[in-house]
T-cell receptor, first 114, second 111 residues
Framework: NAGVTQTPKFQVLKTGQSMTLQCAQDMNHNSMYWYRQDPGMGLRLIYYSASEGTTDKGEVPNGYNVSRLNKREFSLRLESAAPSQTSVYFC?????????????FGSGTQLSVL | DAKTTQPNSMESNEEEPVHLPCNHSTISGTDYIHWYRQLPSQGPEYVIHGLTSNVNNRMASLAIAEDRKSSTLILHRATLRDAAVYYCILRRIQGAQKLVFGQGTRLTINP
């Protein structure tokens, strides 16, 4: 049972470099999300996709772009990484039927920007 | 989004019940109450959710106040594996399907 799969698990970047975090789910879910978690803090929503073909900003979208490639995949791109983007990134998905359903999370990507 | 207030930390003993409180005085009629927990170095995992009535599942029970302005997550018999950060979150039934996390309660279980 794969659920939500994130790659890579760890990444170190230099300031100004770019990279894409990949997320895929195998539960045929409509909605997908990207969160970041800074040390000792709760999760903050970066972007979400309510359904294939749509994306919307969350609480902290600046410095990020997303692509909902298809129903399974939702990627997060950092165009020019900054030390403030050092964080653990979590992808999540849900059925998206609008009935307060639960989210399923991946195991996270730990990103360090030097 | 309506906010929730939880204690920063709580401590309990193994094999005893744990009651984790959450205040959500600005809850609207279309908000579900969700609880998630995050074990060390893992992503959050769903625990339970409810709208108006108390709910039970294999992990926990959720007691919702009659006016819905507060709720309590009940772990009936805590184990060491229940040590985690517990998040109480309000989620709209329809509309923007985003989940906004607060700081959560860090639960410590003593052996």
């Amino acid at each position: 049972n794969a659920g939500v799969t994130q790659t890579p698990k760890f990444q170190v970047l230099k300031t100004g470099q770019s990279m894409t975090l990949q997320c895929a789910q195998d539960m045929n879910h409509n909605s997908m999300y990207w969160y970041r978690q800074d040390p000792g803090m709760g999760l903050r929503l970066i972007y979400y996709s309510a359904s294939e073909g749509t994306t919307d900003k969350g609480e902290v979208p600046n410095g990020y772009n997303v692509s909902r490639l298809n129903k399974r995949e939702f990627s997060l791109r950092l165009e020019s990484a900054a030390p403030s983007q050092t964080s653990v990134y979590f992808c999540a998905s849900s059925e998206g039927r609008g009935m307060g359903e639960k989210l399923f999370f991946g195991s996270g990507t730990q990103l360090s920007v030097l | 989004d309506a906010k929730t207030t939880q204690p920063n930390s709580m401590e309990s003993n193994e094999e005893e019940p744990v009651h984790l409180p959450c205040n959500h005085s600005t809850i609207s009629g279309t908000d579900y109450i969700h609880w998630y927990r995050q074990l060390p170095s893992q992503g959050p995992e769903y625990v339970i959710h409810g709208l108006t009535s108390n709910v039970n599942n294999r992990m926990a029970s959720l007691a919702i106040a009659e006016d819905r302005k507060s709720s309590t997550l009940i772990l009936h018999r805590a184990t060491l594996r229940d040590a985690a950060v517990y998040y109480c979150i309000l989620r709209r039934i329809q509309g923007a399907q985003k989940l906004v996390f607060g700081q959560g309660t860090r639960l410590t279980i003593n052996p």
